[in-house]
């Protein structure tokens, strides 16, 4: 869809449906996964028109792994990452995902936003903000009330269109401070991975925060510190409150 627009993106999703073989509810499971991607394929044409001139094309970006006290690089790690466009000096990432408001959440935590900008600036590029283009995969399913796959990919374009959650835009100015802090982080989590192997301990897991669906109770404290605030008085509030 990017490179070509809607009609070239809709013929590669018909394309890998042809290509797919098999009998009952096989065929039912790629008949479905291929409406549910044209539903969204043309719900993200209408609410993202293609725009060919601008710089949307998927790269590559990388840089080296820094000490920031010492300026020393790492000898065993690079960082690398992979960005779907710049247009503007805006970085756009596409997401597919089941819940907007988790992701929006794990962004004000993690640093890969902010490690794709400072991998961006390594090499001579600026960028002032992340725009999020976040599409909800439809969970309704192909039942008998569907005569045709057609009715099945109109029925999931509804779905999508009933709530503005399902097809959103989340916007995120980037901050150095923010950056300082991100590359910091990369250098000691290869530190920490590092004195993980020689002492054959396990890392951290960071799907932690949401086990069994349930956000960690010691979440604020990571939204805190990530932006800034003072951790030890809201570990006070957070101590008298519980």
């Not at 996964?33 to 949307?56: G, V």
């Not at 903000?129 to 192909?142: D, G, H, N, Y």
């Not at 039942?143 to 796959?149: A, E, L, N, Y």
Request: with cysteine; glycine share 6%.
């Amino acid at each position: 869809y990017l490179s070509s627009g809607l009609d070239a993106a809709l013929a590669a999703v018909n394309v890998w449906e042809e290509g797919k073989a098999g009998f009952g509810q096989d065929m039912m499971k790629f008949w479905q996964r291929a409406c549910r991607a044209r539903a969204m394929i043309r719900c993200i044409a209408e609410t993202w028109p293609h725009q060919p001139e601008a710089d949307t094309t998927e790269r590559i970006v990388s840089m080296p792994i820094v000490n920031p006290e010492t300026d020393e690089r790492s000898h065993t790690f690079v960082y690398i990452g992979r960005v779907d466009g710049i247009p503007r000096k805006t970085l756009i990432d596409w997401k597919f995902l089941s819940d907007p408001a988790r992701f929006i959440r794990e962004r004000t935590i993690g640093f890969q936003t902010e490690l794709y900008v400072a991998a961006l600036a390594n090499d001579g590029e600026i960028v002032e903000a992340a725009e999020f283009r976040l599409i909800v995969t439809p969970t309704i399913k192909l039942c008998g009330k569907d005569r045709t796959r057609l009715a099945y990919e109109e029925r999931c374009i509804e779905w999508l269109k009933a709530d503005q959650a399902n097809l959103q835009t989340h916007t995120m100015y980037v901050n150095p401070a923010r950056i300082a802090q991100a590359r910091q982080w990369l250098w000691d989590a290869g530190q920490r991975i590092l004195q993980n192997r020689r002492a054959a301990r396990w890392m951290p897991n960071a799907y932690a925060c949401h086990t069994w669906n349930r956000t960690c109770e010691y979440y604020g404290l990571c939204e805190v510190e990530a932006n800034g605030g003072d951790v030890a008085i809201v570990g006070t509030i957070n101590a008298l409150t519980h």
